[in-house]
């Protein structure tokens, strides 16, 4: 699947093109880990919550993808369409839930979000 290389999010096959960057979409990231398993782990519904998990998995050196699952991702995002899934690699999975948690409950994670 496709990715940006700004944003670094993850889109349908169909997409060529980020709504938010703008970018065109390449076919892979140099950061993440080829031939890794990834398994989702939470889903957000805006970029704003996402990019809160993106700080938290990158503070505890944690690999990610964030993928948009919008059909047609060719209008920005305000906030209500998206459903964004944050995946992590398999070997992490367990570190990144409990890093998650955590953040939940000590408030910098709002309770919008939900585990997979
Ligand atoms: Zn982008």
Known sequence: MPFCPKCQYEYNASAKICPECKEDLVDRLEAVPSGED??????????MEAEVVRSILEENGIDYLIRDLRMFPVLPDFGRRARLRIAVPKSQEAQARKMLEEARSDGALTSQGRFL
């Open 38 to 47: 990834f398994a989702e782990v939470y889903m957000v519904s805006n970029r």
